[in-house]
């Protein structure tokens, strides 16, 4: 049986595919985000998925169950779904893929996925990904990026994107990324770097600057101020509430310190030095323990937006 549902197989112009997996090298759900903003934006048609069957220990990912119309339970798979976007003042069609990480037979995943991009004579595959680091929130996110070809690296370059000199252990973006390059299409990888105290908050700063790189970077042309407000809105949130916490402040004025005096997060020639790698845990370093920053951002955070939601059912009902 084949691993691959085709639900529509339009003709496509060389398109671009541009590919997001949730789990390892999706800190703060960042890389994800932006490929949901993108399905936001442009409404695309399902065109294909790769069955989950065959890749998941479902005991470590889950499906999940959920009543519709209040009655009847209805079961959600792991999916990983290709979605087509045409567009004629594009000068090529978009391929968006969004997945989960899976954990079994990733060759044969590989082969799958490849099986659709060489189906729809796919021109380039855009991988995104997003990382813990000892990065702080308030400084610019940074981006690192990759590509065996040396145009797209000078592509890359050319928007201030430096190459990653990362080794070790891999996700399956690498495992991708390498497939395709011996496939002999062209591919190149995005990451952005995720203040590993916000860990578990969808960080919308993060994913903006991956959606900003990638809109230069493929020339997009998306209108992107809304979700640029947003992290800057968003900014200004942890960094008030940091304020509020003496240790918390200092921590953060401590990674803001090493960032200003040259610590490079992308060296890791020097296991002192601030790393930035989807596969090492972020070290502190001389600096204190983060943990107690963590839980108490992020419950504030869960807090302001639980408040927000409310606030906003009351103004609904308010109107009506």
Known sequence: MSQIHYHNQPELR????????????????????AIKFLIDQWSPEKIAEIDAE???????????????????????WPTNQFFAHTDLELNRDVILFLGTEPQLKWKTFCTAFLDVCKKFH?????????????????????????????EVMERLHEMDVQNSRYEGPTGMIGVLHDASHHARISSATL??????????????????????????FLSFGLDLHE?????????EQVTALVAKDPEAREYVRRLE???????????NEDEE???????????SGPLPSADSLIRDVEELLREQRGNGQSQQSDDEEESE
């Open 14 to 33: 060389e398109p671009v595919v541009v590919v997001a997996f949730g789990g390892w090298n999706d800190a703060a759900d960042s890389a994800t985000t």
């Open 54 to 76: 065959d890749f998941f220990v479902f005991t470590e990912t889950r499906p999940t169950v959920k009543y519709v119309d209040g009655a009847q339970r209805s079961i959600t």
């Open 122 to 150: 796919a021109s380039e595959v855009v991988f995104l990904g997003a990382l813990l680091a000892d990065v702080p929130h308030s400084l610019t996110v940074p981006i690192t990026g990759a590509s065996a070809d040396n």
């Open 191 to 216: 990451w952005a770097a995720a203040p590993h105290y916000l860990a578990a908050t969808p960080n919308v700063k993060v994913t903006a600057a991956l959606l900003t790189y990638l809109n230069q």
């Open 227 to 235: 979700i640029q407000s947003d992290a800057v809105r968003f900014e």
């Open 257 to 267: 310190e090493q960032i200003a005096n040259g610590v490079d997060p992308d060296d």
């Open 273 to 283: 030095d601030l790393v930035i790698s989807p596969d090492r845990a972020p070290s």
